[in-house]
């Protein structure tokens, strides 16, 4: 018998296992950013580099970019600010817009960050070798098919 629950209940809890995977992957690329000196938490590199090639932004335009939720990026924007990667500044074109736009810590940061993902690239290769599988493009494929026809919908032929 397995202590792990939830693997027994089987696919219809695809989401909870794609989430233990993308912890194990956040974790581990955490401590590999910590090493390197990297002071932000690894679920933000993904921001500092939008900003650092398009400049400062608005969290919506953010959201929109990395498909995340408008909330999680305000909670991302506070946390890098608190560590001095990035500031809140005023738009010029709309005072009541707020902008997050990289520090000169912040550029040095993504810098770092930068230098990893090679890495992380070739360490993912290599351990989907070992799996049989190259699971990122099976999430690019997956995804499509998500996108042309959305869960939700095929459910509803399903549900009684």
Not at 2 to 26: E, Q
Not at 41 to 52: D, E, H, I, N, T
Not at 86 to 109: C, F, H, S, W, Y
């Amino acid at each position: 018998m397995s202590d792990d629950f939830v693997r027994s209940l089987g696919l219809a809890f695809l989401a909870h296992r794609l989430r233990r995977a993308s912890d194990l992957i956040v974790d581990g690329t955490s401590e590999a950013l910590r090493r390197t000196g990297f002071e932000g938490p690894a679920r933000s590199v993904s921001m500092l580099l939008l900003l650092r090639e398009n400049g400062a932004m608005g969290v919506t335009e953010i959201g929109f970019r990395l498909r995340l939720s408008h909330p999680m990026i305000i909670k991302l924007a506070r946390t890098l600010e608190a560590a001095g990667l990035v500031r809140a500044e005023a738009d010029p074109a709309d005072n009541r817009r707020r902008l997050i736009a990289l520090t000169e810590k912040g550029a040095a940061q993504t810098a770092l960050a930068q230098g990893l993902l090679g890495d992380v690239a070739r360490t993912f290769d290599v351990m989907f070798d070992e799996a049989g599988i190259d699971l990122f493009a099976a999430i690019e494929r997956f995804e499509a098919v998500a996108e042309r026809w959305p869960i939700a919908d095929r459910l509803k032929g399903r549900i009684s």
